[in-house]
């Protein structure tokens, strides 16, 4: 029995195209700026997404951290979404390592974070104060994409204001795919965009940082700092080119079986949050873990959550999630 898992984006296999590409890569040592195919990464990807920079990291936590480390001194702030990743979900990092200051604010329903309490929240150029100095939004945030419209009032905002303003774009692509615009449409707006290789896009590993030149000389320096320069990493920067060539135009499948998904489970019965890109969102309520162990048995691994997760990625097939919503409803006749 083949295992359906629907936990998250991250967990795919390589597919065997993608392990001949990294095998054939050329390498060499990247913390001597000596990997072509680091180097071609880096500057493909900043070109495709309008920055004149760019950084491949291991990780999305790592490539978040960098960012705001480089916009931000010690006892700078930033400003951030309650349940966004860079505030919630990355230990931390910003305030640990960067004694950077977090002013989360509560997430709007459609993902975005409400300019004027941004701007009630801005400190006064006062000792009192920790220094703001920077805006972070998410892209896809849970699973919602940020309307272009309001990006462009958020780059006009923190111009104004004098801010700064971060994407955490891990999934910028299920982002711009749903919206059927190019990517650089939403990173435009941007001073810095993370991107993750390793979610929807199917890469086993790695994230890159995008910005100005300076700034990525910055978050050069710092990756080496928090352990982050890595060697002969052509090899996983050759399936992040891969995944950038290959696995973009195919994220709407996994759109497709994310509706195909929620319909099924609301005519069960369930209900369902409306669903934008590949994640579906279900009340589970107190039968969280009953549901996960119902599951598990039948080969599908869930998380166990009272607003149950679900994320379709390039892994599961429309038949997987046919068999998925069965499970489902067997489960609610029980
Ligand atoms: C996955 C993710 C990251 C980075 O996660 P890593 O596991 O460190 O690669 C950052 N932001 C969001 C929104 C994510 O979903």
Redesign the pocket.
Known sequence: MSVIDLRSD?VTQPTPAMLDAMTAAATGDDVYGEDPTVNRLETELAKRLGFAAALFVP???MS?LLGLMAHCERGDEYIVGQQA?TYKYEGGGAAVLGSIQPQPLEVQADGSLDLDQVAAAIKPDDFHFARTRLLAL?NTMQGKVLPLEYLARARRFTQDKGLALHL?G??LYNAAVKLGVDAREITQHFDSVSV?L??GLGAPVG?VLCGSAELIGKARRLRKMVGGGMRQAGLLAAAGLYALDHNVERLADDHANAQFLAEGLREAGFTVEPVQTNMVYVQMGDRAEAIKVFAAERGIKLSAAARLRMVTHMDVNRSQIEQVIATFVEFSRK
């Open positions: 991250t990780t999305g936590t978040n990743h998410e955490d891990a999934r993750c390793s979610k994230s």
